[in-house]
């Protein structure tokens, strides 16, 4: 039972155009959702989050939108860099325990 | 800037054999999380400390696998014995405060492990 979606294994995305990446959730319970970033032979590094009282959170190139109705969110990237290159992850928090989703390669091409 | 630190980053084992895995969290962080990941999955919890105590150990296999965090500090992974299908990253991760749920976890660069 995958809690945390996300549909599209992988993205490619010219330089300087923006990365669209999509997180789908079940569970209701979920209040907060984090995005986590993940380089080959490294761990994840925390990008961004979102509460569920919000619908947007933006730091610099980075935006998270939260649609709860749909029980969806998004991560935007603009302009997308060579260096965004990398595996994300969606993160949602329910209790004390995060779940994660399958994650998505995205390719930022120069 | 303070990491959490694992090793070792790569571990090669035979099936039945024993192996362990070390994590040394971020100074002052009171939770400690030991995640496995699959080759094209997300990470999954296998079990969490707060402080030296077991708060959710839920998922972990535990006819062969334990984990301690004697003096609330650092923790071991153990796998006895190894069975081929363990073979992951093996993920530990830190935060802050105790069993918040809105805590941003920090992660170490992982053991990556083969069972043979």
């Known amino acids: 039972d995958q809690q945390v979606k996300q549909n599209s294994p992988s993205l490619s995305v010219q330089e300087g155009r923006i990365s669209i990446l999509n997180c789908d959730y079940t569970?209701?319970?979920?209040?907060?959702f984090l995005w986590y970033k993940k380089y080959p032979a490294e761990g994840p590094t925390f990008l961004i989050s979102i509460s569920s009282i919000k619908d947007k959170n933006e730091d610099g190139r980075f935006t998270v939108f939260l649609n709860k109705s749909a029980k969806h969110l998004s991560l935007h990237i603009v302009p997308s860099q060579p260096g965004d290159s990398a595996v994300y992850f969606c993160a949602a928090s329910g209790g004390n325990k995060l779940v994660f989703g399958a994650g998505t390669i995205l390719r930022v091409k120069s | 800037e303070a990491e959490v630190a694992q090793s070792p980053r790569y571990k090669i084992t035979e099936k039945s054999q024993a192996v362990a895995f070390w994590c040394d969290p971020i100074?002052?962080?009171?939770?400690l999380y030991w995640y496995r990941q699959i080759l094209g999955q997300g990470p999954e919890l296998l079990v969490q400390f707060q402080d030296e105590s077991v708060v959710d150990d839920s998922q972990l296999p535990k006819d062969r696998f334990s984990a301690e965090r004697l003096k609330g500090v650092d923790s071991t992974l153990k796998i006895q014995p190894a069975e081929l299908g363990d073979s992951a990253m093996y993920l530990c991760?830190?935060?802050?405060?105790?069993?918040?749920?809105?805590?941003?976890?920090?992660f170490g660069p992982g053991t990556r492990l083969l069972v043979l």
């Open positions: 991760a830190s935060s802050f405060h105790r069993t918040s749920r809105r805590e941003t976890q920090y």
């Open positions: 100074s002052g962080h009171a939770t």
């Open positions: 569970n209701s319970m979920f209040d907060y």
